[in-house]
């Protein structure tokens, strides 16, 4: 990707702007700004980061110290899906190990790798705070409750 | 025991979230009342309710909005904790999705009493439905005339990091770089947000607030124990019949929520231990639960209240296992800024790892609490100490469990 490819839409700058005008210090709005590059250009390449640096006059040594300290932020190519299997305690004992292995077999793939054609990534993740209905995963925005591996396979035909 | 529902009234009505639902519950009319309100008058009376702090650390909230500097004429913000991360708890989650005004409403009642014209609403990124809810919420809010005269509210999206609950990691996210936590003091009520006084607070703590002023501070302060007023909302998970969140008053006992509420353990039936507070809480024994759930009795009994989360383990769990769940979490989410935190978790977890694994060496539990005690109070941030909670009591109350995979 050159840097020339990356680059906001008017009506995408002025979203930018009116983020930023909401924080006392413009900074603040750097989080937002990057979930919305994210959006738009898929995952954040340091060509992206150095994008976002010169819409906040950061440096990119800046930039990408934030992208690099937070879990949402991908920092290669994604899937077209991201599957995150929580792994943590009240997941642990509801079976989430039988989850995140039959979701590894299904779909082929170790965690943190995306399937050969692009469809999937697979994480595994801390408390994404729906114990209740424990074990649990996120599907891009969706939270999928209640998993057994029969529901793991009807989610992952939805799919595409 | 359970008494009234206060947070969670609305809960079962589909349109909850609606602002045109909370209105016919007589939403707002504390907004109302407090506007005839002198702001030190509307601090006094969250004092004498005894309200505190449901995010983890159980402060008076009303000490804590007296902390704002008298003479002080600059901005003053409020800032929403909403990145609701510790294990084992959910009930943030409710409350943005099923009753986003009763938050609105607490933070206007609360803005006035501190002075502030703008609050920040800091949601963990994953949380995108509840965010959806939350900013539809703010959005009617505007547009029916409670927000934007004299006070805006801005929603925030975190990005995916625990630490970032902790309120000063906020405040740094907040101010657009990664989420380090700050030394304390300045505290943040002196010198907060982008250098200004700012009173960080619970989701669910601001959520009590219009009930207090509607009803009067001494009214929820009758309603928990001496120290500690109100109900609170309990995530229950694990190896219980109905996991879910339930509110009761902070005097009920673990014992009771577990199986009264929650209806009883499930596994093979009988208790091994609970994790009372979020995962950062000591584990208690099958015979320590007959404990009331508020600060100071949770505390009394040796471990904490926190996020009032509660993680039921049956006799067929394996304790070390779960360690090693919990120590992997602590690996992971240290932000790496104090030494001890950042070597002991991650030595901690490889040690764990290796015992689980039948490789484990006799000496090897002292050295884990030798390790682990040693860094503990004496770093930047509380999630150090959060993380010695389970190592230490995990160990201690069920050594056996763990000799028996060493000697194997
Ligand atoms: C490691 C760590 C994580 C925390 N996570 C949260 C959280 O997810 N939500 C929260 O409200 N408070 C959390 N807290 C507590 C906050 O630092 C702060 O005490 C709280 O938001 C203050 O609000 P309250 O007084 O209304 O509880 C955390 C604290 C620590 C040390
Ligand atoms: S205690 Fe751990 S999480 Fe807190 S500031 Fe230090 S390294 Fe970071
Ligand atoms: S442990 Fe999986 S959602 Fe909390």
Known sequence: MTASRVQFSGEQLAEVRRLQALYPDRRGALLPVLHMAQDAFGWVSLDVEEYVAELFDLSPA???????????????????????????????????????????????VEVGATTPDGRVTLLAVECLCACERAPMMQVDDRYELDLTPEKVDRILEGLR | MTGERILMRNFDRPDSHTLAAYRATGGYAAWAKAQGMEPAAITEEVKASNLRG???????TGTKWSFIPKGHTGPVYLVINADEGEPGTFKDRYLLERDPHALLEGMLIAARAIRAATGFVYIRGEYVEPWRRFDAAVREAYDAGYLGKGFDVVVHRGAGAYICGEETGLISSLEGKKGWPKVKPPFPAIKGAFGMPTIVNNVETISHVPHIIDRGGAWFAALGTRTQGGTRMFSVSGRVARPGVYEASVAIT??????????????????????????????????????????????????MAGSAGVVVMDETVSIPEALLVVARFYAHESCGQCTPCRESTGWIYKMVRRIVEGRGRKEDLDTILDVARRGAGTTICAFYDGAV???LSYIEKFRDEFEALIAK
């Open chain 2, 254 to 303: 673990l014992r009771q929520l577990i199986d009264d509420l929650a209806g009883g353990v499930t596994g093979n039936g009988r208790l091994k231990g609970v994790v009372p507070g979020g995962s950062s809480a000591p584990i208690l024994r099958a015979d320590e639960i007959d404990v009331t759930m508020d600060v100071d009795g949770l505390r009394n009994a040796g471990t």
């Open chain 2, 54 to 60: 449901l995010g983890g650390a159980g402060f008076p």
């Open chain 2, 389 to 391: 909670g389970p190592y």
């Open chain 1, 62 to 108: 800046h930039v990408h110290e934030v992208v690099t300290f937070y879990t949402l932020y991908f920092r290669q190519p994604k899937g077209r899906h991201v599957v995150a299997v929580c792994h943590n305690l009240s997941c642990h004992l509801a079976g989430a190990k039988t989850i995140l292995g039959h979701l590894k077999t299904r779909l082929g």
